[in-house]
């Protein structure tokens, strides 16, 4: 199992430190450094900008919103920076949900799978650059012919030729037709909240999109990218207090994400056997509560999804996520020794 560092995406504030963290996972032997966007930063620019002092790192996006660009224009960012990099870019895409699609890009959200099918189609082919790209489905039409058209759009090829054909393509999906979908059409796999104990769920979803007709991948060669906070303590207290702080992003992602009937996230808690408690944790966070929300958040819970203790039991989980088919554990880090540290730890 290969470990990546996880940037994530901005707060109110451009992160700081991010250079010595990056140079830290360059040479301690990581293998990827992700960069993600939500509506604020985006994702490709923080990955050129601190992925240009990088040689080895595979640089991935986890994950691009589709609904935030046209197809070709993210094949145009994929590539570009492809190229720029010595063919590492890593492209990981997903959905979003109707909230940031219909509030902030204007674009309406319905027909998720079949967009995504699409989108990740028009990509393939302006990377294999093989004819004129088109698209006859509904969601991206090539050329657009719909209300407005002049008529004269054509079919057109990248005048760069890509540096590689076939990016790597990893899906962010959560429900049981979005993971099939996945395992049916792309190369990888960026759950959120998987753990060790919840993998059981999907297998089956995975299958399912293996067995279908023209799946590009089997289980031997599909990448599953599973993110989590991993921490090494020194003391109990020490361990608890990391708990306890990562307590209020529990609740965020449970009852403060989406809408009320709309939270993709809190349904993925539902579907870990956490219903009654993320109804309870949605009702407090959307009433304004958001300190009683976060209080209702299990130490179990947080110890489920994450991993923080002392070294021993660290290596002791992490082999537990890698015998889940886990092939890259991409961890969010603090500080460039937090990453020194973990990579000597798990050599």
């Given at each position: 199992m290969k470990l990546g560092l996880q940037l994530g995406y901005w707060g109110a504030q451009p992160p700081t430190g991010?250079?010595?963290?990056?140079?830290a996972a360059e040479e301690s032997g990581f293998d990827a450094l992700f960069t993600a966007e939500a509506w604020g930063s985006d994702a490709f620019?923080?990955?050129?900008?601190?992925?240009?002092?990088?040689?080895?790192?595979?640089?991935?996006?986890?994950?691009?919103?589709?609904?935030?660009?046209?197809?070709?224009?993210?094949?145009?960012?994929?590539?570009?920076?492809?190229?720029?990099?010595?063919?590492?870019?890593?492209l990981g895409m997903g959905v979003s949900g109707p909230q940031v699609v219909e509030g902030w890009y204007g674009a309406p959200f319905?027909?998720?799978?079949?967009?995504?099918?699409?989108?990740?189609?028009?990509?393939?082919?302006?990377?294999?650059?093989?004819?004129?790209?088109?698209?006859?489905g509904p969601h991206h039409p090539l050329p657009y012919t719909g209300e407005g058209a002049t008529g004269l759009g054509k079919p057109l090829k990248s005048i760069v030729h890509p540096l590689r054909a076939d990016i790597p393509i990893w899906l962010g999906a959560e429900g049981p037709k979005n993971v099939a979908l996945t395992s049916e059409i792309a190369d990888g796999w960026i759950p959120i909240f998987y753990t060790p104990a919840t993998a059981a769920m999907y297998r089956p979803w995975l299958d399912e999109g293996f067995a279908r007709p023209g799946a590009r991948r089997t289980r031997d060669d599909f990448e599953i990218a599973a993110t989590c906070h991993l921490q090494i303590t020194t003391s109990d207290a020490e361990r608890d207090a990391v708990v306890a702080a990562m307590k209020s992003v529990v609740s965020l992602y449970m009852g403060g994400?989406?809408?009320?009937?709309?939270?993709?996230?809190?349904?993925?808690?539902?579907?870990?056997?956490?219903?009654?408690?993320?109804?309870?944790?949605?009702r407090l966070y959307l009433e304004g509560r958001?300190?009683?929300?976060?209080?209702?958040?299990?130490?179990?819970?947080?110890?489920?999804?994450?991993?923080?203790g002392d070294a021993g039991y660290v290596k002791e989980r992490v082999a537990e996520w890698e015998s889940t088919g886990v092939t890259t554990l991409l961890l969010s880090c603090r500080?460039?020794?937090?990453?020194?540290?973990?990579?000597?730890?798990?050599a």
């Open positions: 991010v250079a010595e963290l990056v140079t620019t923080p990955l050129a900008w601190w992925g240009r002092e990088t040689s080895r790192l595979r640089l991935g996006t986890s994950i691009v919103q589709m609904s935030g660009r046209a197809p070709t224009s993210i094949a145009m960012h994929a590539l570009t920076l492809d190229h720029l990099s010595g063919g590492r870019v890593v319905s027909k998720p799978l079949a967009r995504t099918r699409e989108v990740v189609d028009v990509i393939r082919q302006v990377l294999a650059r093989e004819a004129p790209v088109t698209n006859e994400m989406g809408a009320k009937d709309a939270n993709f996230h809190k349904q993925v808690f539902e579907r870990m056997g956490h219903q009654a408690l993320s109804d309870e944790v949605q958001k300190d009683q929300a976060t209080a209702l958040i299990p130490d179990e819970l947080v110890h489920d999804m994450h991993i923080v500080t460039a020794d937090e990453v020194r540290r973990i990579a000597e730890l798990l």
